[in-house]
């Protein structure tokens, strides 16, 4: 099978498309004007079947409507902005300097986007005659709830893939897991008193305080894995409630994000944050989250908050496939890796059992900072590397 190039005109192409998606903001649940410019580009490169399902994701199919399929998969959504001084370059500006694009994004990940999209216009450009179908999904709200716009997709259109190709960032390597992560609220309970008589009342801060620390001591005790690494635990967000800030606090929040590594879940994590509260003897209670949203669309879901861990086998064929597509194209050996973070995998993989590995340009350290960027020619070997891994694994009739 030959290689895969994208021509000097479609390089300029996807790489005034991946300029455009950097100058759209779309945090998430406002993912809108992205979709939008999604369809139109998906429309006018000869995708099949576009559409923006009842979430707000966009899908568009290659192929011949028949055999296996076939999903890359990518979300749209960005975090916000924090903090615009710490930015060299405008974070909407999508400046390039050197060869590398900087915005927010770019990296985490639209980057990706442009290039599963551009890599399947090879496909059809080429005429290629496929057994089975690509399905591309540009998904919404990943950042705040990985998985749940994949999840409507497959559960709720009924679209039934054979693989799923993450284009999270992974350095051009072959990413074939990641940790979970379960979000729980620990509340400490305490009695109301003005603050001027401290101690007729029993302040819920000082109870969270004696828990926090126990936390940070459970934090150095948790399970771990050969490849996936230990587990971990941060304290996140704290908030109180008082009737008024000169009066005893009678209730104090925790918010805590727990890394959940192979061989630990939630009823395990749980029982951990519950011995902690048992063994300080406070009035205090520990539960999963919930994340409820309502999508541009007006579309309400509620998911709990615990996304599971995953892991593919090192000899599966899809990541083989992956293996030998870039091999092929970028003339390397990709190292096989996992990610640090979650993604749609915690889904795919985590919970509906689809094959599942990870490829895309941008190094995913730099997801979520300031002065994100992505080197434009890593994006064009990735659209590249999609073509050649959709050819390996849907074969040409």
């Not at 705040?144 to 350095?171: F, M, Q």
């Not at 897991?177 to 509340?187: A, D, K, Q, V, Y």
């Not at 192979?262 to 951990?272: Q, R």
Request: include cysteine.
């Amino acid at each position: 099978m030959g290689e895969r190039r994208l021509n000097l005109h479609d390089q300029n192409d996807l790489t005034g498309f991946l300029r455009e998606l950097v100058q759209i903001p779309s945090p998430s649940t406002r993912e809108d004007p992205v979709a939008q410019r999604i369809v139109a580009e998906m429309t006018r490169l000869g995708f099949e079947d576009v559409h923006i399902d009842r979430m707000g994701s966009v899908v568009g199919r290659v192929g011949p409507g028949h055999g296996p399929v076939l999903m890359l998969n990518g979300h749209m959504d960005t975090v916000e902005v924090s903090a615009p001084e710490c930015w060299d370059h405008p974070p909407y500006g999508a400046e390039i300097r050197d060869g590398t694009l900087f915005g927010i994004g770019a990296c985490d990940m639209k980057g990706g986007l442009a290039a599963m999209i551009y890599g399947v216009k090879l496909l059809i450009d080429s005429g290629a005659d496929l057994a089975g179908d690509i399905v591309v999904a540009c998904v919404v709200q990943e950042e705040p709830s990985e998985g749940l716009g994949t999840r409507a997709l497959i559960e709720d259109e009924g679209i039934r893939p054979d693989w799923v190709v993450l284009a999270e960032p992974t350095n051009l390597d072959v990413a074939r897991g990641h940790r979970g992560r379960l979000e729980m609220r620990l509340t400490a309970d305490g009695r109301a008193a003005h603050a001027a008589c401290p101690d007729l009342g029993d302040n819920a801060i000082y109870t969270a305080a004696r828990l926090v620390f126990g936390l940070e001591l459970l934090s150095g005790q948790l399970g771990t894995d050969d490849f996936l690494g230990p587990g971990s635990l941060s304290v996140t967000a704290i908030s109180s409630r008082a009737c008024s800030r000169n009066a005893v606090p009678d209730q104090c929040e925790v918010i805590i994000d727990r890394r959940l590594t192979l061989g630990e879940n939630e009823a395990k994590a749980i029982a951990e944050v519950q011995r902690v509260i048992t063994r300080e003897g406070v009035q205090a209670r520990v539960e999963v989250t919930e994340y409820e949203t309502t999508s541009y669309t007006g579309t309400t879901r509620r998911t709990r908050q615990c996304y599971p861990a995953w892991v593919i086998a090192e000899d599966h064929p899809l990541v083989a496939a992956a293996v030998q597509a870039v091999r092929t194209q970028l003339k390397v050996r990709p190292q096989v890796t996992r990610w640090s973070f979650s993604t749609e995998g915690a889904y795919t993989a985590g919970s509906a059992r689809i094959p599942t590995v990870g490829f895309g340009p941008g190094e995913p350290n730099v997801a979520h900072t300031a002065n994100e960027h992505v080197r434009l020619a890593d994006v064009h070997s990735a659209a590249e590397v999609y073509a050649q891994l959709a050819s390996i694994l849907l074969g040409e009739r």
